[in-house]
Structures are given as C-alpha cells and as structure tokens.
C-alpha cells in the first residue's frame, strides 16, 4: 500500500473484499467442515510439524495476539503523540478497535468452528474470519503506512514494508500451522484488515489532516 490513497482502487478492493467474504461465509456457515482447499492445505502443513517450528510458530502467534498488539498501539501511539501529527493517532486506533470489533461481529454472526483435530494449541471461540489475521494486516500495515509518511528514506521504506510483509504473512501461518484455523478464514482475514486500514488511511487523507 502506498502512501496515497485512490478513490476509484479502495473501491474496487473493497466490493471484490465484500463478494469474496460473502461467498465464503456463506458456504462455511456455521459448519465445522473445511471449505475447498481448506482440508487438504491445513492437513499438509500438519505433516512438517516439529517441536523447533511448532516453538516458534508459537512466538511468531503471539506478535499478532490482542495484548502484544494492544500494548504496541499503546506504545506508537505515545510515540505519535510526542513526535508526529497528532492525527496519525486515529489510524492506530482504527486499526485496532474497527479490526477487533468488526472481527467478534462476523465471528458471532458466521459461527464457524475452528479445525479442532488439527489444533495444538488451545484457542475458544469461533473461527471465520482469524481475528490474529485480520488485526495483524490492519495494524502493521497502518504502521507501514505512517512510517512511509514520516521518513524520505527509500531504502527504509522498502525494508519496513517488506519485513511488515513478511511478519503479517507468518502470523495468518502459524494460525494454520497451529491447527486453530482454516487457510479461508486467515486470507478473508488479510483482505478484512487490509479493508480496515485502507479506509481509515482514505478518511483522513480525504479530509486533509494529513
């Protein structure tokens, strides 16, 4: 994502975001089954667990938890407050509380039951969307994202973004890796937290606070 947002791109991802989250539920309705590939794709990354990988799925899980994210915020958002526009503070907390709201309103309303032969870990709830999923692509994307506008360093902005990249695409894995959810309910997971910190990202730049 880059540092300007287009009217005409958000769109366009968003009502793609909505069909794909729409077909998906409603296939998977409070169902305990896998969807498509869900089965065959969590069944083989099951086979290559190993004591050294599942330890350290476990850590990288835990970068995209509600308290290690909560905590982070917390922190950028004392940081904004004492070095950068004041503003940036509505992005971080967007992509927070819209994330985790939104997310515990499709988990409660689609219901879908988490894989459980799979899982190694133990996790409550229901399953679609991955809240670690969702949160983590908002947040660490809005933290990209005010990075991206607050440094003219190239190089830093090409290496922020692609070890966010990275990082967000290891947490929606060990959420499969871990057995606790389906490879559907992580990628509807990436493109609702895109959703999220996209549109707050658009808000403030449409308003010119930015």
Not at 31 to 50: H, K, M, N, Q, V
Not at 54 to 79: A, P, Q, R
Not at 89 to 111: D, W
Request: hydrophobic letters at 50%.
């Amino acid at each position: 994502m880059g540092c300007n947002m287009k009217r005409k791109y958000l769109i366009i991802y968003s009502v793609i975001a909505i069909i794909i989250l729409g077909f998906i539920g409603y296939n998977i309705k409070e169902s305990s089954l896998g969807y498509a590939f869900d089965e065959p794709l969590i069944s083989s990354i099951s086979t290559f667990r190993t004591e050294s990988l599942t330890l350290f799925m476990k850590g990288v899980t835990f970068l995209g938890s509600g308290e290690f994210l909560i905590f982070l915020g917390i922190l950028l958002s004392v940081y904004i407050y004492k070095k950068l526009d004041k503003s940036y503070i509505f992005l971080v907390l967007n992509s927070l509380l819209i994330s985790f709201g939104a997310n515990a309103l499709l988990k409660n309303y689609f219901g879908r039951i988490r894989p459980i032969k799979y899982m190694i870990i133990e996790q409550g709830g229901y399953s679609f969307p991955s809240g670690h999923s969702m949160v983590s692509m908002s947040f660490y994307i809005t933290l990209t994202y005010i990075i991206c506008r607050n440094t003219k360093n190239l190089l830093l902005k090409k290496m922020i973004g692609l070890v966010n990249g990275l990082l967000i695409f290891l947490i929606g894995f060990s959420r499969i890796y871990l057995g606790v959810h389906w490879p559907t309910d992580v990628i509807v997971g990436f493109l609702m937290g895109l959703g999220v910190a996209a549109w707050g990202i658009y808000i403030l730049e449409d308003r010119g606070n930015i």
